[in-house]
C-alpha cells in the first residue's frame, strides 16, 4: 500500500514545485532596460544634443500608474546620466493594448462540434451573447467558455534636458534629482523582484 502512495506523493510534489517555479516568472515588469528577451523594460533615443525620447513598456501584470512612473524616472535618471539638471516634458501618451482571449470551458462543444445554428449579439452590460433555438436557456453556450482580457501599457514621451535650475514657470518642467530622490524608493529592480 505504502509503494502504491509513493508515484502520487512524487507527482504530487512535483506539480507543486513547478507551480511555484511559475509563479516565480508571474511579476510585473520590474524597472530594467528593454531587451529581446524581456516582457518589457525602458528605452530611450537621442534626437538632438538636449532631446531625448524615452519610453517604458509594462506586460500584462503592470498597472499603468507603475508604467507612467517608471517613464518619469528613466527620464530624470537620462537626464542625470548625461550631465544636465532637469527636462521638461514636452510631450506624453500612454498606449493600452488590449487582447481578449477565449477558451472552451469543461464541458467541451457539443453534440454537433462547435457549429449549431446560433446567434450573436451585442448587450452594452453584458457583453457578446448567444441563442440556439434547440435549447430552453438561450444563453448556455456562453456560460461554457472563459473569456479574458489582457491589457499591456506602454508610456511615451518626447523630454528636452537642460542645466541649471528648472524653469520655475513651466509646469512641465522637472528638477531630475528631486524626481529620482521622490519616486527612487518606489523603483523595483530585476534583483528585487526574485
Not at 99 to 127: H, I, L, M, N, Q
Not at 157 to 163: D, L, S, T
Amino acid at each position: 500500500m505504502n509503494n502504491l502512495k509513493r508515484p502520487r506523493i512524487a507527482a504530487l510534489a512535483v506539480a507543486l514545485l513547478g507551480s511555484v517555479a511559475l509563479s516565480g516568472c508571474m511579476t510585473a515588469t520590474p524597472y530594467q532596460p528593454a531587451t529581446a528577451s524581456s516582457s518589457g523594460g525602458y528605452s530611450d533615443q537621442q534626437i538632438e544634443s538636449d532631446r531625448f525620447q524615452v519610453s517604458f513598456r509594462g506586460n500584462s501584470l503592470t498597472a499603468r500608474e507603475t508604467v507612467e512612473r517608471y517613464l518619469l524616472f528613466r527620464a530624470a535618471e537620462l537626464t542625470v546620466q548625461k550631465g544636465f539638471d532637469h527636462f521638461i516634458l514636452v510631450s506624453k501618451d500612454t498606449e493600452k493594448t488590449s487582447e481578449t482571449y477565449r477558451t472552451p470551458g469543461a464541458f467541451g462543444p457539443g453534440p454537433w462540434g462547435y457549429w449549431s445554428p446560433r446567434w450573436r449579439f451585442y448587450r452594452p452590460r453584458y457583453g457578446w451573447r448567444s441563442w440556439d433555438p434547440f435549447f430552453d436557456d438561450p444563453f448556455w453556450r456562453d456560460r461554457d467558455w472563459d473569456y479574458r482580457t489582457v491589457n499591456r501599457y506602454e508610456a511615451m514621451a518626447e523630454i528636452v534636458v537642460g542645466r541649471g535650475p528648472k524653469p520655475t514657470t513651466n509646469v512641465r518642467a522637472f528638477d531630475a534629482r528631486e524626481v529620482i530622490d521622490r519616486i527612487g524608493p518606489t523603483i523595483v529592480t530585476p534583483t528585487e523582484t526574485r
